[in-house]
């Protein structure tokens, strides 16, 4: 068991599989070291940076995050798969984009699914999302690697024969670029502007449809999940969404009540280099602007602050934040490996939450609130709702500015 020396090959597999069992999977580290597994999911060889997600509940929204774009998930939960998947709890919200996750690392194997609203077996919708996994591997020793050393690049393998051409999977690990400097909401984001007014799910009804507007909202797609959609809905708002790459002319050409700034994967500097010279304009125009994640982090750097790469990153539905305008803490979703740098908030940017685990921004408001934003997901998908307020607040803001 273990695996994390570099450039040894351990086993990594756990003390109940049978011996004789052949191990089909792989999983190889750019320093060398390489665990073994059993696949599940696609077959085939994919690279990514190695984080973990510390959630109990929520694995499908988790594997159809457009913000973990060019990542490989390990999950330390070790039952992965109980309550199979369906067609409802997906949160890509651009559908002809390709999973954005690059693979998923089990502990224990996928057992059949014990849930009413199951439609199909774990294993069947990795194969239909092309998402490559591993199964049977020590989760806890690759956690305290990451915890210890960093994210890591790496190489998820499976190949049913179990055959594997480790120098190669290695070159091929070392050779990915990382995420730092990386641009990937265009691969993520809408191609053509839409209309939404899906709005929550609720026992026995399902998803249901917003009657009567009363405000219109333009959410610029970086990764939107889906489910923040729907709440911004619930909330009265008629949504467009609209490309990553769209104009602030654009944008205020809806004459837009309230901007949405949404979540998305890669580094926001990259991201920046043509997006922050639009939300710049946008800030100026004296509306309402809201972001989450990427889209926090944009607004951060927009406003003049910096950013920077996380030692480990925050995923997760347990992460508590304080919120210094309500003096509560609230227990959130988080999901980003970048974050804004708290030191760096230049004169009228408020910091409004902080994360408790390890002190890092987790908000800033500015301009009396009219601007503001956060770095965890107040969705609650997966997760609590702890946060479902900052949809209200934003609708509190765009009542102000119509006054």
């Known amino acids: 068991m273990g695996g994390v020396g570099s450039g040894s090959t351990p086993s990594g597999t756990l003390a109940w599989e049978a011996e004789d069992k052949p191990t089909t999977a792989r999983l190889v580290l750019a320093d060398g070291t390489v665990f073994e597994g059993y696949g599940v999911g696609a077959t085939g060889a994919a690279a990514g940076e190695v984080c973990f997600n510390t959630a109990i509940t929520g694995y499908q929204e988790v594997l159809t995050d457009p913000s973990y774009a060019g990542q490989i998930i390990t999950f330390t939960f070790p039952h992965i798969g109980n309550v199979g998947t369906n067609d409802e709890d997906i949160e890509t919200s651009n559908l002809e984009a390709k999973a954005g996750v690059m693979g998923c690392i089990l502990k224990a194997d996928i057992t059949d699914p014990s849930n009413y609203r199951s439609s199909q077996h774990l294993?069947?919708?990795?194969?239909?999302?092309?998402?490559?996994?591993?199964?049977?591997?020590?989760?806890?020793?690759?956690?305290?690697?990451?915890?210890?050393?960093?994210?890591?690049?790496?190489?998820?393998?499976?190949?049913?024969?179990?055959?594997?051409?480790?120098?190669?999977?290695?070159?091929?690990?070392?050779?990915?670029?990382?995420?730092?400097?990386?641009?990937?909401?265009?691969?993520?984001?809408?191609?053509?502007?839409?209309?939404?007014?899906?709005?929550?799910?609720?026992?026995?009804?399902?998803?249901?449809?917003?009657?009567?507007?009363?405000?219109?909202?333009?959410?610029?797609?970086?990764?939107?999940?889906?489910?923040?959609?729907?709440?911004?809905?619930?909330?009265?708002?008629?949504?467009?969404?609209?490309?990553?790459?769209?104009t602030a002319e654009d944008v205020l050409a809806q004459n837009p009540d309230g901007i949405f700034l949404a979540n998305g994967p890669g580094d926001p500097a990259a991201t920046g280099e043509y997006a922050l010279p639009e939300i710049k304009k946008l800030v100026e125009s004296g509306k309402p602007i809201f972001g989450i994640c990427l889209g926090h982090q944009l607004l951060g750097r927009a406003l003049g602050a910096t950013t920077k790469k996380m030692h480990q990153g925050h995923h997760g539905a347990n992460h508590p934040v304080k919120d210094f305008t309500t003096s509560k803490v609230e227990i959130t979703s988080m999901n980003h490996g970048f974050a804004v740098e708290a030191g760096s908030l230049p004169d009228g940017v408020t910091e409004t939450h902080r994360s408790l685990f390890d002190s890092s921004n987790a908000g800033l408001e500015a301009d009396g609130g009219r601007i503001f934003s956060v770095q965890h997901h107040p969705e609650a998908s997966p997760g609590p709702q702890d946060s479902h307020y900052l949809f209200a607040r934003f609708v509190e803001r765009m009542a102000e500015a119509k006054g």
């Not at 995420?179 to 009804?205: C, F, H, I, N, R």
């Open 123 to 246: 294993d069947a919708w990795l194969k239909t999302q092309g998402i490559i996994g591993i199964s049977g591997l020590d989760t806890r020793a690759l956690t305290n690697l990451i915890r210890e050393n960093g994210m890591p690049n790496g190489v998820i393998a499976y190949a049913e024969d179990g055959k594997f051409d480790i120098d190669a999977l290695t070159a091929q690990a070392k050779a990915f670029p990382g995420l730092e400097g990386m641009e990937l909401a265009k691969d993520v984001t809408t191609a053509e502007p839409y209309q939404w007014d899906e709005t929550s799910w609720s026992w026995g009804d399902g998803y249901g449809r917003l009657a009567k507007a009363k405000y219109k909202v333009v959410a610029l797609d970086f990764g939107a999940k889906r489910n923040i959609l729907r709440l911004l809905a619930d909330q009265g708002c008629a949504v467009t969404v609209m490309p990553s790459t769209s």
